[in-house]
Each structure stands twice: as structure tokens, then as C-alpha cells.
């Protein structure tokens, strides 16, 4: 069978339609990223939020909010209880008052981080329960060392209402138990957010 001849035109022909089929397939591929205006998301202008609550750890009793769930064969030992990690589901109140109105609850795990001082290493989320809140959350990552008298720790993000934020959380403890380990921590938050 003879070998057939084919122009150059029907190659260039070829090339060309070959061509325009990889662009044709590129251009309609997912994008990976692109530029969004915050209008594009419907975020209206930025606020400036203040929420004062106390943040209730409990390790004692039938119900504890905050359980031990690691620790270090050395954590027994240690001054500073260096490598206990607790999971917590804290009760987030109006005022220290037990009985008070809860508004929300601090879901998360605090590490004690530190061989030198007491020092937490929070990572927890304030999800809220009430009013125009509800729903929301606001997310926190930061060193705590509780014996200082005042603590500041970043506001890393946030959901709802809170969408995008970012602003810092300060921590002053109301009441400690040495025995139990209990606490009630007054928590002043300032919140940038959409």
C-alpha cells in the first residue's frame, strides 16, 4: 500500500487545531487561587468588637469540663506539670458566679508547655451560644502562663459573624483552687472582624 502525501497546509492545519485545543482545555481547568475584592464576598465594613465573659475550667467532681487526656512519664514529677495535655468543653459565663447565664463554651486543649514556669499552650475556640453571637465562633492560639497577673494571646480567625478575625484575648484569673485546679478566668476579647 502506497504511503499517501500530505501537504504542509494539513499539517500546519493539524498543529494549529492541537493547539487550540490545549488552550481551550487550560482555560477551563480549576484555578487554584485568584484576587477577590471583600465586596466579591459581600463583607461589609470592618468592626471592632469588646465581649468581657469568665471562662470556667473545672477538673474536679462528677462533671468536669477539662480532662487530662497525655501526659509525660515525667509529668507527675515535674514543678511545672511540663507535658499534661487537657481537653477542654469550659462553660464561658456572664459573671464568676456558677449559676451564671452561660453565653457560650471554650472548646479546645490547653498543653503545659513550659520546663522553666507554669505556661499553657492554649488552642480553643469561644463558640457562642446567645443573641446575634450564636453560632459564631472566635478561635485563639497563644501561650498563657496563668500565675501572671494579666495574659494576652492572638485571635487567629473566627467564623459567623466573626469571619475573619483577628485581634487579641486577655486573660486575668478571678479564682484558682491549688487542690482541685480549678478556675474562673475573666476574659476581656477585642475583635476586628467583618
Do not use: W
Request: hydrophobic letters at 40%.
Amino acid at each position: 500500500m502506497a504511503n499517501p502525501k500530505h501537504s504542509p497546509s494539513v499539517h500546519v492545519l493539524f498543529l494549529v487545531l492541537l493547539l487550540l485545543s490545549i488552550a481551550a482545555s487550560v482555560a477551563n481547568s480549576n484555578v487554584f487561587s485568584k484576587s477577590l475584592s471583600p465586596s466579591a464576598l459581600e463583607l461589609k465594613q470592618e468592626k471592632f468588637t469588646h465581649l468581657h465573659f469568665y471562662f470556667r475550667d473545672i477538673l474536679s467532681g462528677k462533671i468536669p469540663t477539662a480532662i487530662r487526656v497525655a501526659q509525660a512519664p515525667t509529668t507527675n514529677t515535674s514543678s511545672t506539670v511540663f507535658g499534661a495535655v487537657n481537653i477542654i468543653d469550659d462553660p464561658l459565663t456572664v459573671t464568676p458566679d456558677i449559676n451564671s447565664t452561660i453565653v457560650g463554651r471554650a472548646q479546645g486543649l490547653y498543653a503545659l508547655s513550659s520546663q522553666e514556669e507554669t505556661s499553657l499552650m492554649m488552642v480553643m475556640t469561644f463558640s457562642f451560644l446567645e443573641g446575634k453571637y450564636n453560632g459564631s465562633t472566635i478561635s485563639v492560639l497563644g501561650r498563657n502562663p496563668p500565675f501572671n497577673k494579666v495574659r494576652e494571646m492572638p485571635i487567629v480567625g473566627g467564623s459567623g459573624i466573626f469571619r475573619f478575625a483577628r485581634g487579641y484575648a486577655q486573660a486575668k484569673t478571678n479564682t484558682f483552687n491549688l487542690t482541685t485546679g480549678d478556675a474562673c478566668v475573666e476574659y476581656n476579647v477585642y475583635v476586628l472582624h467583618y
